[in-house]
Every structure is written in structure tokens, then in C-alpha cells.
């Protein structure tokens, strides 16, 4: 590609996250950094290193009126995204927003329908949907391969930061409603939300989080998040009528396996007491690992964001996926804050229409 071709890009927030995004789109053929905007600018320009061509500043106006920046990356905390995100659209800008897409459900709203008003890409970094694992899941599934789904178990616990904005819902579990979003047929459109948290430390927030998303058909979906554990664990179970998925993100040898194996029901007499008629068969069959290539999500991840820019097309985590998202957050937490009771997430979406 041409270095005329390549694409401006600015990237807002340079703590944590922000230099991964640095990274890759100074790696990407597609994009040419142009501009770090951090308020810490001593931390962006560490970040960059010296003579780095790119520049530094905490103003984010001074990145909104250059015409050499098509796009901004938002890797800020996720109560500043929505702000930063309707100044860059009005600027006419794209815009890339870290997970979770926003704060609430209105503000990721009031972001979609700005994008959509003004006709430029809104993409949320949902970094797991570019992992060689998930986008193999993504395609076993739509192959049909796993059969109807019948359940889905999500684990990712570790000894984590109690991070001082948000409960460990709202670190965490984007990651895995984010994957469910992408490797769910139709997307994640859970029939309720019910949910649990702990907070055992007095930490003044849960830090001990299980999610419960009964899905259409029957089907169910479990996301267990934790600070607390001492024990690393990144676990997926994704269990369908053909074959079972499994895929164990800390085991870079052997990620996804594939169980043909399961569990027939033919046929279940309708009298509870005499059981002498259910047909339960039990299916062993092989387990197989697929290949998967090694390489790094976030580049997948920025080539995609230039890829929707050029054809005019929505990237596979447009903000209407952010927003399914922080629909389950927001259920979650009126279902924490009610001893756990089934509320419903696209209700929840609707009320907070109503009021904005
Ligand atoms: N995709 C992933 O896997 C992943 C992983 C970690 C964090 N994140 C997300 O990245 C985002 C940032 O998280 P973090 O852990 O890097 O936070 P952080 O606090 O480490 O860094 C945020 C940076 O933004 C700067 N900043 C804050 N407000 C700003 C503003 N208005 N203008 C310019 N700069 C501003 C701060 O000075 C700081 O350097 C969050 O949304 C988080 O959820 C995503």
C-alpha cells in the first residue's frame, strides 16, 4: 500500500491499554499514527520513545480540526468515551472506542445513532472477536459443527486490580458478552439477565461475579468473573446436541478442542415416576484440537477498522454490538442490586429510551 493510501489515525489515552493500540497501528501497513492525545503527555511521549515522528498533546480539539487524522482511538477510562467519542463524530471523525463501548446504554446509544447520523464508522474494540480461537469458534458454530447450542460456560478469574471506577462486571465480563455476541447465531439476545456479585473484602464493590443468560430455544449461557482467585482461569465451554467445544485460552498448545461427544435424549416418558421408558444414549467419540495461527488480535483488529472505513461497511464489533453489551451490564447490575432477579435487557434498553 501506498503511504499516500494509508489512513491518519490519532490515539486518544496512552496508559495501560493505549499502547498496545500504538503499537499496532504503527505496525499496520493501513494506518500512519499521527497524533497521541493524553492529558499525561510525560506518559504518551515515554510511551512513543524519542524522535518518534508522531505527535504529542493533551488537547483533544487540537487532534479534532486536522485534516490528516481521519480516525480516533479511544483508550481512555469508560466514563470519559462518550465525550471524547460525539467530539470526534461531530469533527467528523471515525471513531474506535475500548471496551466497554461506554459508560450506560444511553451514552453508547446517543454514540450509535451520532455515527449513523453522520455517516462514519463506529467500532468497538472487542479485542477476544479477533483472536485466531474465537473467530474458529465463530466459524464451527455457523458451520453448524456444534449442533444446537445447549450451553455455554464462561470462566475468567484470576487475582485481579479492584479497579477504582468500575465493579468487576464491568472490567471483565465485556470480554466474555462480547465473545458471546460474536459466536452466538444472531448475537447476544439473552431472554433475562440474572445476576450475582460479592464483595467479600469490603472493597465497596463486587469483586465476585455469575451471570446467568437463558437464551432462546432453552439454552443457557454462565459468565463467572472474579478478582478474587488465585488461580488463573480463561474457560469457555460452548456445548451443542453434536459436539462440544472447549477452549482454555492460558493453553497456547492445544486452545480449542472439539469433543464428539454428548448426550441423546430420544425420548423422555411424560409419567416422572416411571422412568423406564426415557432414552437416554451417551455418544464417546474422538476429541480433536484445530489449528490455529499465531498472531496478534489487535492487528487483525485495526486492519478491520480501516478495511469498514474504505468500503463504507459495518466492522464485525459495530457500536450496535457495544450496546447489546452494556444492555446485559445494565441488566446486570438492576439484577444485583434486586438479590438477583431475572430482568429483562432489552426492557431495560427501552427504559433508558424513553427517558433520553
Ligand atoms: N481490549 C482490552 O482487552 C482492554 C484491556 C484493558 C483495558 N481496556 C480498556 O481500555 C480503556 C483504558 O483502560 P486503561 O486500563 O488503559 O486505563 P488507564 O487509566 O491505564 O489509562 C487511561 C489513560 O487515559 C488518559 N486520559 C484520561 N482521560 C483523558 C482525556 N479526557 N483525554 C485524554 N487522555 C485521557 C489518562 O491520562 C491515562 O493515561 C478502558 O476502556 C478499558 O476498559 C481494554
Same mark, same amino acid.
Given at each position: 500500500?501506498?503511504?499516500?493510501?494509508?489512513?491518519?489515525?490519532?490515539?486518544?489515552?496512552?496508559?495501560?491499554?493505549?499502547?498496545?493500540?500504538?503499537?499496532?497501528?504503527?505496525?499496520?501497513?493501513?494506518?500512519?499514527?499521527?497524533?497521541?492525545?493524553?492529558?499525561?503527555?510525560?506518559?504518551?511521549?515515554?510511551?512513543?520513545?524519542?524522535?518518534?515522528?508522531?505527535?504529542?498533546?493533551?488537547?483533544?480539539?487540537?487532534?479534532?480540526?486536522?485534516?490528516?487524522?481521519?480516525?480516533?482511538?479511544?483508550?481512555?477510562?469508560?466514563?470519559?468515551?462518550?465525550?471524547?467519542?460525539?467530539?470526534?463524530?461531530?469533527?467528523?471523525?471515525?471513531?474506535?472506542?475500548?471496551?466497554?463501548?461506554?459508560?450506560?446504554?444511553?451514552?453508547?446509544?446517543?454514540?450509535?445513532?451520532?455515527?449513523?447520523?453522520?455517516?462514519?464508522?463506529?467500532?468497538?474494540? /472487542?479485542?477476544?472477536?479477533?483472536?485466531?480461537?474465537?473467530? +474458529? *469458534? #465463530? $466459524?464451527? @458454530?455457523? !458451520? %453448524?459443527?456444534?449442533?444446537?447450542?445447549?450451553?455455554?460456560?464462561?470462566?475468567?478469574?484470576?487475582?485481579?486490580?479492584?479497579?477504582?471506577?468500575?465493579?468487576?462486571?464491568?472490567?471483565?465480563?465485556?470480554?466474555?458478552?462480547?465473545?458471546?455476541?460474536?459466536?452466538?447465531?444472531?448475537?447476544?439476545?439473552?431472554?433475562?439477565?440474572?445476576?450475582?456479585?460479592?464483595?467479600?473484602?469490603?472493597?465497596?464493590?463486587?469483586?465476585?461475579?455469575?451471570?446467568?443468560?437463558?437464551?432462546?430455544?432453552?439454552?443457557?449461557? /454462565?459468565?463467572?468473573?472474579?478478582?478474587?482467585?488465585?488461580? +488463573? *482461569? #480463561? $474457560?469457555? @465451554?460452548? !456445548? %451443542?446436541?453434536?459436539?462440544?467445544?472447549?477452549?482454555?485460552?492460558?493453553?497456547?498448545?492445544?486452545?480449542?478442542?472439539?469433543?464428539?461427544?454428548?448426550?441423546?435424549?430420544?425420548?423422555?416418558?411424560?409419567?416422572?415416576?416411571?422412568?423406564?421408558?426415557?432414552?437416554?444414549?451417551?455418544?464417546?467419540?474422538?476429541?480433536?484440537?484445530?489449528?490455529?495461527?499465531?498472531?496478534?488480535?489487535?492487528?487483525?483488529?485495526?486492519?478491520?477498522?480501516?478495511?469498514?472505513?474504505?468500503?463504507?461497511?459495518?466492522?464485525?464489533?459495530?457500536?450496535?454490538?457495544?450496546?447489546?453489551?452494556?444492555?446485559?451490564?445494565?441488566?446486570?447490575?438492576?439484577?444485583?442490586?434486586?438479590?438477583?432477579?431475572?430482568?429483562?435487557?432489552?426492557?431495560?434498553?427501552?427504559?433508558?429510551?424513553?427517558?433520553?
Amino acid at each position: 500500500m501506498h503511504a499516500s493510501d494509508q489512513l491518519g489515525v490519532a490515539v486518544v489515552g496512552a496508559g495501560y491499554w493505549g499502547p498496545n493500540l500504538i503499537r499496532n497501528f504503527r505496525s499496520s501497513n493501513d494506518w500512519d499514527l499521527r497524533a497521541v492525545c493524553d492529558l499525561d503527555t510525560a506518559r504518551a511521549e515515554q510511551v512513543l520513545g524519542a524522535r518518534s515522528g508522531v505527535d504529542v498533546t493533551a488537547s483533544l480539539d487540537e487532534v479534532l480540526v486536522r485534516e490528516d487524522i481521519d480516525a480516533i482511538a479511544i483508550a481512555t477510562p469508560a466514563r470519559t468515551h462518550q465525550g471524547i467519542a460525539v467530539a470526534a463524530l461531530r469533527a467528523g471523525k471515525h471513531v474506535l472506542v475500548e471496551k466497554p463501548l461506554a459508560d450506560s446504554v444511553q451514552n453508547g446509544r446517543a454514540m450509535v445513532d451520532l455515527a449513523r447520523e453522520q455517516g462514519l464508522v463506529l467500532m468497538a474494540d /472487542h479485542t477476544y472477536c479477533y483472536t485466531p480461537a474465537v473467530l +474458529k *469458534i #465463530r $466459524q464451527l @458454530v455457523e !458451520a %453448524g459443527e456444534l449442533g444446537e447450542i445447549l450451553f455455554v460456560d464462561s470462566v475468567r478469574i484470576n487475582l485481579g486490580l479492584v479497579q477504582p471506577d468500575v465493579d468487576v462486571f464491568w472490567d471483565l465480563a465485556p470480554h466474555d458478552l462480547s465473545i458471546l455476541d460474536f459466536v452466538l447465531p444472531g448475537g447476544l439476545r439473552p431472554t433475562g439477565v440474572s445476576a450475582h456479585g460479592a464483595d467479600p473484602l469490603a472493597a465497596g464493590k463486587a469483586c465476585v461475579g455469575y451471570l446467568s443468560l437463558p437464551l432462546p430455544g432453552g439454552a443457557m449461557a /454462565h459468565v463467572h468473573v472474579n478478582w478474587l482467585s488465585p488461580t +488463573k *482461569i #480463561r $474457560q469457555m @465451554v460452548i !456445548a %451443542g446436541t453434536r459436539r462440544t467445544l472447549v477452549w482454555d485460552d492460558l493453553n497456547p498448545q492445544q486452545r480449542l478442542s472439539v469433543y464428539d461427544r454428548g448426550v441423546d435424549l430420544a425420548h423422555q416418558s411424560v409419567d416422572s415416576v416411571d422412568r423406564t421408558d426415557a432414552t437416554i444414549s451417551y455418544r464417546l467419540g474422538d476429541t480433536w484440537a484445530p489449528a490455529l495461527p499465531e498472531r496478534e488480535a489487535l492487528g487483525a483488529m485495526v486492519t478491520e477498522f480501516a478495511d469498514s472505513i474504505r468500503t463504507g461497511r459495518s466492522p464485525s464489533t459495530d457500536g450496535d454490538a457495544g450496546l447489546r453489551v452494556l444492555s446485559v451490564l445494565e441488566a446486570a447490575a438492576t439484577s444485583t442490586s434486586s438479590g438477583g432477579g431475572l430482568v429483562d435487557p432489552t426492557i431495560e434498553t427501552l427504559a433508558l429510551e424513553e427517558v433520553s
